[in-house]
């Protein structure tokens, strides 16, 4: 069984840092992946959590510079952006 995390690219607590602590810390103790997730339409009530989102690819692009082993993914990616 593989396992992997969600990346904080997204939320009221983003932050390049979180980024970087998160994608190490997965690989020191073993994950197999990291993701992250995209949204462009966000409903109102979840403006908090989504309305502030780095872009996914971006993102991954970033953390895979930091990362040796871990594969990266996208939980959703919105292609016509």
Known sequence: ???GVCLPNYGT???KQALIEASRE???LGYDSIWT???ILVPREH???Y???LDCLASL???GALTERVQLGTSILVLPM
């Open 26 to 28: 997965a690989e020191r």
């Open 61 to 63: 692009a970033y953390v």
């Open 37 to 39: 997730t995209d949204h």
């Open 51 to 53: 309305g502030n989102i």
């Open 13 to 15: 607590h983003l932050s």
């Open 47 to 49: 403006a908090d959590t």
């Open 1 to 3: 069984m593989k396992f």
